[in-house]
């Protein structure tokens, strides 16, 4: 099951090559206080309440009808698992707000 058209699950080898490439963010997207209890390293959080109020942190910039996401970078969103709906729920806030599939 994907959580938007176009968005695909990787694996943790995957994970691992966009944790040191320059070109890509690895965003926790758990609210602050699960992120404070550990995380992946290098993983920023944005917490997927905020996450159409962050895309500049993500390569987008405001523009009159929103973001334009042009510029974004590759990204890769987690959260608690297979059973956790906040990274599907911001993915797909995401994709509408703009940012490329």
Known sequence: MTPAEGVTTIGELELLDMLTSAEAIVVDSR??????????PGAVNIP??????DLGLLGCEPDFDGWDC????RVVLFC???WCGQSPTAIRAMVAAGYPA
Do not use: L, M
């Open 31 to 40: 609210t602050p206080d699960w992120f404070a209890g550990g995380t992946i």
């Open 48 to 53: 997927y309440t905020r996450i159409t109020d």
């Open 70 to 73: 042009e510029g974004a970078k």
């Open 80 to 82: 608690n698992g297979v």
